[in-house]
Protein backbone atom coordinates (compact mmCIF):
# COMPACT_ATOMS: atom_id res chain seq x y z
CA UNK A 1 0.00 0.00 0.00
CA UNK A 2 1.38 3.46 -0.99
CA UNK A 3 1.52 5.39 1.93
CA UNK A 4 2.23 9.89 2.02
CA UNK A 5 5.09 11.19 4.20
CA UNK A 6 2.22 13.61 5.59
CA UNK A 7 4.29 16.25 7.30
CA UNK A 8 3.63 17.86 11.01
CA UNK A 9 1.49 21.20 10.69
CA UNK A 10 0.54 23.47 13.98
CA UNK A 11 -2.54 24.15 15.18
CA UNK A 12 -2.08 27.99 14.20
CA UNK A 13 -1.34 26.21 10.21
CA UNK A 14 -4.87 24.58 10.60
CA UNK A 15 -6.59 28.02 11.33
CA UNK A 16 -4.28 29.81 8.65
CA UNK A 17 -5.16 26.84 6.40
CA UNK A 18 -1.39 26.77 5.62
CA UNK A 19 0.41 23.30 4.66
CA UNK A 20 3.52 22.71 2.24
CA UNK A 21 3.54 23.35 -1.17
CA UNK A 22 5.38 20.31 -1.48
CA UNK A 23 3.43 17.80 0.54
CA UNK A 24 0.34 19.00 -1.80
CA UNK A 25 2.15 18.13 -5.21
CA UNK A 26 3.10 14.92 -3.62
CA UNK A 27 -0.48 13.97 -2.38
CA UNK A 28 -1.55 15.49 -5.63
CA UNK A 29 0.50 13.20 -7.60
CA UNK A 30 -0.47 10.05 -4.99
CA UNK A 31 -1.49 6.78 -7.66
CA UNK A 32 -4.69 5.12 -6.04
CA UNK A 33 -4.92 1.13 -7.03
CA UNK A 34 -7.66 1.90 -8.96
CA UNK A 35 -10.36 4.75 -10.35
CA UNK A 36 -12.83 2.67 -8.52
CA UNK A 37 -10.35 3.75 -5.20
CA UNK A 38 -10.04 7.29 -6.30
CA UNK A 39 -13.93 7.76 -6.36
CA UNK A 40 -14.91 6.46 -3.30
CA UNK A 41 -12.06 8.21 -1.15
CA UNK A 42 -13.12 11.61 -3.29
CA UNK A 43 -16.38 10.79 -2.36
CA UNK A 44 -16.03 10.30 1.09
CA UNK A 45 -14.28 13.86 1.14
CA UNK A 46 -17.34 15.23 -0.33
CA UNK A 47 -19.47 13.85 2.22
CA UNK A 48 -17.23 15.06 5.39
CA UNK A 49 -16.98 18.38 3.64
CA UNK A 50 -20.83 18.85 3.10
CA UNK A 51 -22.27 16.67 6.09
CA UNK A 52 -19.50 16.85 8.81
CA UNK A 53 -19.12 13.46 9.83
CA UNK A 54 -15.62 11.43 11.96
CA UNK A 55 -12.55 10.49 9.50
CA UNK A 56 -12.36 6.99 9.52
CA UNK A 57 -8.96 5.72 10.70
CA UNK A 58 -7.17 2.35 10.57
CA UNK A 59 -5.32 0.40 13.07
CA UNK A 60 -2.00 2.43 11.90
CA UNK A 61 0.38 4.53 14.07
CA UNK A 62 -2.09 7.13 16.16
CA UNK A 63 0.63 9.79 15.36
CA UNK A 64 0.70 9.30 11.56
CA UNK A 65 -3.29 9.24 12.01
CA UNK A 66 -3.39 12.52 13.78
CA UNK A 67 -0.84 14.49 11.06
CA UNK A 68 -2.85 13.16 8.84
CA UNK A 69 -5.94 14.61 10.48
CA UNK A 70 -4.69 17.74 10.79
CA UNK A 71 -3.30 17.78 7.21
CA UNK A 72 -6.85 17.09 5.93
CA UNK A 73 -8.16 19.81 8.09
CA UNK A 74 -5.81 22.60 6.80
CA UNK A 75 -6.35 21.51 2.93
CA UNK A 76 -9.45 21.27 3.05
CA UNK A 77 -10.92 24.42 4.75
CA UNK A 78 -8.54 26.55 2.11
CA UNK A 79 -9.31 28.64 -0.71
CA UNK A 80 -5.31 28.48 -2.07
CA UNK A 81 -6.37 25.17 -4.44
CA UNK A 82 -8.64 24.30 -7.05
CA UNK A 83 -11.39 22.07 -5.58
CA UNK A 84 -10.69 19.28 -7.76
CA UNK A 85 -7.19 19.23 -6.40
CA UNK A 86 -8.38 19.77 -3.35
CA UNK A 87 -10.82 16.72 -3.46
CA UNK A 88 -8.06 14.78 -5.17
CA UNK A 89 -5.75 15.72 -1.76
CA UNK A 90 -7.80 14.83 0.79
CA UNK A 91 -8.93 11.82 -0.79
CA UNK A 92 -5.21 10.95 -0.86
CA UNK A 93 -5.28 11.28 2.43
CA UNK A 94 -8.17 9.74 3.88
CA UNK A 95 -6.75 6.55 1.33
CA UNK A 96 -3.45 6.50 3.52
CA UNK A 97 -5.29 7.19 7.11
CA UNK A 98 -8.39 5.28 6.66
CA UNK A 99 -9.32 1.85 7.36
Do not use: W
Not at 72 to 90: D, L, M, N, Q, W
Amino acid sequence: MNKLVIPEISQQDIRDNNYPDDFFKAALAFEFDSKQEQQHYEQMVTALFFHGGKIPSGGQDQEYILRGMRMFRAIIGSYRPKHEHKTTVCAAILRCIAD
